[in-house]
């Protein structure tokens, strides 16, 4: 349980990589402070969590509200006294189609919610974090910013500036006991890629096989075992890393 009593905030609850974040956070020991605009959904996934012996609050936060982030930091503190931990996993991903016909506002939307959003949520725990004199925030990002794929520009746009964040920050914190990581997820296997699955006339037999045989590890990786790699970078065993962008993709992508 390499998070062990560490209270861990994360975004962006929904289906997908933000859910399965909450419960394998919580299966490694973190208190959890499950987060995301619908209030059903994180209310579904901290009960899921207590049921299963973990420990978990939801608080719904919208982070393009400068007030909801900061009222959602502060519930944590008032309900176990620190912060130890913070997943910026919130995003907001505009149409499908190519950047040249993205909806400026759509575009903008998207920085505010994946970029300054997550700039948010750090001003609000890096206070709290300093006083401990520890703490780890890792931001989710995209494949999509090492390999343009079309119709994820706008996304990816936000993912982008959301890496320089991170870089950012770890230079800015140096010295604080804050470390400021990337994790960059690839292609998932989860509950929003079964939803495009579904869609094609064949169940999305033919697309998944072919994605699979593109993808060095052999198949397509699936959402809670990416996951595996936040709670690594939040915890003590990352003592040593910030700064860093690590791929999480089963090979899809090979740095130089």
Not at 86 to 94: C, I, K
Not at 111 to 121: C, E, F, K, S, T
Request: aromatic share 6%; proline share 4%; with cysteine.
């Amino acid at each position: 349980m390499i998070l062990k009593d560490k209270v861990i905030i994360i975004t962006g609850a929904g289906p997908g990589m933000g859910q399965a974040a909450c419960r394998g956070a919580a299966a490694e020991g973190a208190k959890v402070v499950v987060s995301a605009r619908s209030v059903d959904a994180i209310n579904a996934i901290a009960a899921d969590i207590k049921a299963q012996g973990g420990e978990a609050i939801a608080v719904p936060c919208d982070v393009s509200s400068d007030e909801q982030c900061k009222a959602l930091v502060q519930t944590a503190i008032d309900t176990y006294g620190r912060v130890d931990g913070l997943v910026n996993s919130a995003y907001y991903h505009p149409d499908w189609n190519d950047l040249i016909s993205h909806p400026i506002e759509q575009v903008t939307q998207a920085l505010d919610v994946i970029a300054v959003g997550a700039l948010r949520m750090a001003r609000e725990v890096v206070p709290h974090m300093k006083k401990q004199g520890k703490g780890s925030i890792v931001n989710i990002s995209t494949l999509a910013t090492r390999k343009p794929m079309p119709g994820e520009g706008g996304y990816a746009m936000g993912k982008s500036a959301l890496n320089q964040l991170t870089r950012q920050l770890a230079v800015e914190l140096g010295g604080t006991g804050i470390r400021v990581n990337t994790a960059l997820m690839g292609w998932m296997d989860g509950v929003p890629l079964q939803h495009f699955f579904s869609s094609q006339p064949d169940g999305g037999d033919a697309f998944r096989a072919q994605r699979a045989s593109e993808i060095p590890v052999g198949h397509i990786p699936l959402d809670h075992a990416c996951a595996q790699a936040i709670y690594f970078l939040l915890s003590d065993y990352a003592s040593e890393i910030t700064g860093a962008a690590l791929d999480v993709n089963g090979g899809d992508w090979v740095a130089v």
